[in-house]
């Protein structure tokens, strides 16, 4: 009787090893670089491993100053270099009421670089806020107005229209040496003007450069003399204005 051989031998066919070996080592190498740059992202991304040691305020402030802007840091300092969310951070650091501008960069290897611009205040807006250079409206906590600056006011949604008035009103005022202490458009969309000499103007809804102008040709000539007698002018007349005087002693005896 023949004898059976338990170990046997079995080899692929010529064409299989040919045509599929390169193929299963390629999605085998392919699988193993996927597995390491799995584990690589896992060590990248522990914040052990790439702590960040290093975070650089850079600003010039005269409102804000650096423990405000590292309070709101707090959340995100036990973060990584990698992990540390940039875009939040700038969220947090923006909503402070005094920060105009934010740039957050991360600086390979475990440096963050935060530059602050802090908000310039041209003028007053209503009772506590401000604008900036561009009309646009902030609200820092607080805020009571600055005695130096101009007080404006009007729909929160013209604030940079009031701005731009206020500009062309002063411009044209220079020519008489007249300041502005107060230049308001209410909800009908007339404006009311107060002088730093305390003379109140109204300057109605149309024409506003025109009458200003007009006005301003006859300062001088008219009523310079006269400016602490005044107390108020409107300008709402196609051809003049009209001038309100105060009441001297005798006047207020009389009446």
Do not use: C
Not at 7 to 36: E, K, N, T, Y
Not at 64 to 81: H, N, V, Y
Request: net charge positive; no cysteine.
């Amino acid at each position: 009787m023949a004898k059976v051989n338990a170990a046997s031998s079995f080899q692929l066919p010529v064409g299989f090893r040919q045509s599929w070996l390169p193929v299963i080592g390629r999605v085998l190498l392919f699988a193993g670089l996927v597995v390491l740059l799995m584990l690589l992202r896992d060590w990248v991304m522990n914040p052990l491993n790439t702590p960040l040691r290093q975070i650089d305020i850079e600003g010039e402030f005269k409102h804000l100053d650096k423990a405000q802007i590292q309070l709101a840091l707090l959340p995100e300092l036990d973060k990584g270099f990698f992990t540390v969310d940039v875009d939040a951070i700038h969220a947090q650091l923006k909503n402070l009421p005094w920060v105009d501008q934010v740039t957050v960069r991360r600086i390979w290897k475990d440096r963050l670089s935060i530059q602050v611009t802090e908000q310039v205040a041209v003028a007053n807006w209503g009772d506590s806020a401000a604008l900036n250079s561009r009309g646009e409206v902030f609200q820092p906590a607080k805020y009571v107005g600055e005695q130096s600056l101009v007080l404006l006011d009007g729909p929160a949604n013209h604030a940079a229209h009031v701005l731009q008035m206020y500009w062309k009103v002063v411009g044209l005022l220079k020519q008489a040496e007249l300041s502005v202490s107060r230049l308001q458009l209410d909800e009908r969309r007339a404006w009311h003007l107060l002088l730093g000499n305390g003379i109140t103007m109204e300057l109605g809804r149309v024409q506003l450069e025109q009458r200003l102008q007009r006005f301003v040709r006859s300062w001088p000539m008219v009523l310079a003399h006269a400016a602490e007698r005044i107390s108020a002018i409107d300008l709402r007349y196609s051809n003049g204005f009209a001038v309100r005087w105060q009441l001297d002693n005798s006047d207020k005896q009389a009446s």
